[in-house]
T-cell receptor
Framework: DQQVKQNSPSLSVQEGRISILNCDYT??????FLWYKKYPAEGPTFLIS?????DKNEDGRFTVFLNKSAKHLSLHIVPSQPGDSAVYFC??????????FGAGTRLTVKP | NAGVTQTPKFQVLKTGQSMTLQCAQD?????MYWYRQDPGMGLRLIYY???????DKGEVPNGYNVSRLNKREFSLRLESAAPSQTSVYFC????????????FGPGTRLLVL
């Protein structure tokens, strides 16, 4: 039973436009959420996180939004760049590092 | 500073064979993890070691054993490999066990025939 779901396996956007990646979760105990980015033949790298006490967190071109009532979070990348092309994983935990990951969304940014 | 290293990069096993995946980190982290990644499933936690001297089961521990050899090294053993264990295995480490960023190794691709 997947507790974290990324329903879009892939997303393609034009360079300079906004990329929006979505993630839904089912476990109401989750209170810490992260996004990881993964290039081929490499391990995932941490991108950005958000605690359940916030509804938004920004880091440069990356912003994560959390809607607790809908159990939904999203990652916005503005503006998108070709180097952002990768697989993005959403992850969630109930305060510790025992995380549940989504299946990932492959983002392609076209020049 | 190599971060998290894993050996081997790729391995082919026959059903029933055993092997140990090695992981080492040079960041003086306390916590270490083993994940597997399967198509359409994301990463799933197999075992973790919240601190040196402790190990605990994660989401999918069956068929695996682990050893936290010292603070730097955390190995994953498959005693009798099965085709269902064909996967990409990632080791990760973090400074602590609570809301700490995890740093991942490059992965080991395992094929069990």
């Amino acid at each position: 039973d997947q507790q974290v779901k990324q329903n879009s396996p892939s997303l393609s956007v034009q360079e300079g436009r906004i990329s929006i990646l979505n993630c839904d979760y089912t476990n109401s105990m989750f209170d810490y959420f992260l996004w990881y980015k993964k290039y081929p033949a490499e391990g995932p790298t941490f991108l950005i996180s958000i605690s359940s006490i916030k509804d938004k967190n920004e880091d440069g071109r990356f912003t994560v939004f959390l809607n607790k009532s809908a159990k939904h979070l999203s990652l916005h990348i503005v503006p998108s760049q070709p180097g952002d092309s990768a697989v993005y994983f959403c992850a969630a935990s109930a305060g510790n590092n025992d995380m549940r990951f989504g299946a990932g969304t492959r983002l392609t940014v076209k020049p | 500073n190599a971060g998290v290293t894993q050996t081997p990069k790729f391995q082919v096993l026959k059903t029933g064979q055993s092997m140990t995946l090695q992981c080492a980190q040079d960041m003086n982290h306390n916590s270490m993890y083993w994940y597997r990644q399967d198509p359409g499933m994301g990463l799933r936690l197999i075992y973790y070691s919240a601190s040196e001297g402790t190990t605990d089961k994660g989401e999918v521990p069956n068929g695996y054993n682990v050893s936290r050899l010292n603070k730097r090294e955390f190995s994953l053993r498959l005693e009798s490999a099965a085709p269902s264990q064909t996967s990409v295995y990632f080791c990760a480490s973090s400074e602590g066990w609570y809301r700490e960023t995890q740093y991942f190794g490059p992965g080991t691709r395992l094929l069990v025939l």
